[in-house]
Structure formats: structure tokens, C-alpha cells
């Protein structure tokens, strides 16, 4: 049973890493224990208004990331990905980061939740369009990307990431039924991939998401079983957000 302390505050987590390192299965495990809104659909959360302002609000950036649009002289993982991409993934991840910033301001959303748990949440919608969008090839467009960055990171109050080593992440999608662009690329191209997302994912964390108020806690899920890596972001939750079990 949980207990909330009169002094509840708002936690806004992202769980980062990529697949195979076990997301899915610690958050279908957090759902279970009452922690808040876990697996956070903007979607619902939003007003059909406020999705309609975030689009206004990003439309002219995307017409200049469309002009500036660039296929040559990336990996050829991104190249791959790019081409079997609409060219509407890109405006669909520049509204989620927009209208979460949107929808963090309002009062309402603040005192409604205990606590906003992201699976591929801000940090890594940002990762994704740095490394396989467009923005990097305009200074508009990358100036957004980094004002992005900067608002999320001060709303961002927790950075739990799950890691695991590149051979198991490998083997743990391949033996997914699911499909993957991992399972379409070469072994090359796959630890490629894998680096290229990680070393965003630090460029992000130590770049922007490095203030003393987020806390960020490293959990390697190649050690940890499932158990024991879901009681700890249970517990650094409710840390943080003054909520005690009994």
C-alpha cells in the first residue's frame, strides 16, 4: 500500500536505453505498482488545441528542415532508416517534443500526477532526430533542437538508464518476433547503430540533462534481474517523490 506525504512532488522520469535492454518488461512491471502515470501517452494527456498549437508552433522549422534535408554522407544504418522513414516520423517527434513543454506548464497536469514515467520519452525522441533527422544540417533548426533540449532538461527531474553490452542486445531483439531495424542490419551496422545512440544519449545527458537537480541513476541489466533492476527505479521514485510503502 502506497502512502503520500503531505510534501508529494512531481517526478518526471525518463527510462532510457535501447532495445533489448529490458524497458518493456520493467515498465509493464512498474505499471503494477501505483507509482503514477507510467508509459506516458502525451497523446491522451493532451487537448486536440494543444496539438494544434504545437504543430503551428514547429511548422516553420520543419519547412526548413524539409529544405535542408540531407540522405548523403551519413552512416549507412541512418541512410537505410532514412529511406524507409516517412518524411512525417520527423514532424511527428518535433510535435511530442513541443507539446510536452506545452503540456508541462499547465497547473493542472502538475497537481493531477504523481509521478510522469517516459519510455522513450524527450531524451531519446531527441536522440532519434538528432541522429537520424535533418536539424543538424540547418543552424535554425539545430538552434530548435538545442532550445528543445535545454526545456525538457528543465523539467526532467530523473535519467534512469538500463544498459546492457552490445552482444546482448543483439541477441535479446534478434530473438524477438517483433521487427526491429537491428534484425536489417549488418553486425557491423548494428554495433554502429548501438554507439552512435549511446554516445548521443551522453552527449545529451552531459551536455544538457547534467544539472544538479536531476538525479541519474545507471542500472546495467546484464547483472541485475528483473526483480531487482524494477525495485530499484521503484525505489528512487518513490525517494523522490515522498511516497512510503507499507
Not at 536505453?17 to 503514477?36: D, H, I, M, T, W
Not at 540531407?70 to 514532424?91: C, G, M, S, T, W
Request: proline share 2%; aromatic share 8%.
Amino acid at each position: 500500500m502506497l502512502i503520500e506525504s503531505e510534501s508529494e512532488n512531481l517526478v518526471i522520469c525518463e527510462i532510457i536505453g535501447l532495445a533489448g535492454v529490458g524497458k518493456s518488461s520493467v515498465l509493464a512491471e512498474l505499471q503494477n505498482r501505483n507509482l503514477g502515470n507510467v508509459n506516458v501517452s502525451l497523446s491522451r494527456l493532451s487537448s486536440w488545441t494543444l496539438k494544434l498549437v504545437a504543430l503551428l508552433k514547429v511548422l516553420p522549422i520543419y519547412f526548413i528542415i524539409l529544405f535542408n534535408r540531407k540522405i548523403k554522407n551519413r552512416p549507412d544504418y541512418a541512410v537505410h532508416r532514412i529511406k524507409q522513414a516517412a518524411l512525417f516520423l520527423e514532424l511527428r517527434v518535433m510535435i511530442y517534443l513541443q507539446l510536452g513543454i506545452d503540456l508541462l506548464s499547465q497547473d493542472e497536469i502538475v497537481h493531477k500526477n504523481r509521478a510522469l514515467i517516459f519510455d522513450q520519452g524527450p531524451v531519446f525522441k531527441l536522440a532519434t532526430l538528432y541522429l537520424f533527422g535533418s536539424t543538424q544540417y540547418s543552424p535554425t533548426a539545430m538552434r530548435w533542437w538545442e532550445n528543445m533540449a535545454d526545456a525538457w532538461a528543465a523539467h526532467i527531474t530523473h535519467y534512469v538508464s538500463l544498459t546492457a553490452g552490445v552482444p546482448v542486445l543483439q541477441k535479446r531483439v534478434y530473438n524477438r518476433e517483433s521487427n526491429h531495424t537491428l534484425k536489417e542490419l549488418s553486425d557491423k551496422e548494428a554495433n554502429h547503430f548501438i554507439s552512435d545512440y549511446i554516445k548521443t544519449f551522453d552527449l545529451l545527458k552531459e551536455k544538457y540533462f547534467n544539472r544538479q537537480e536531476i538525479v541519474h541513476t545507471t542500472i546495467d541489466t546484464e547483472i541485475h534481474d528483473l526483480k531487482t533492476v524494477t525495485s530499484k527505479v521503484t525505489e528512487v521514485i518513490l525517494t523522490a517523490n515522498k511516497i512510503q510503502t507499507v
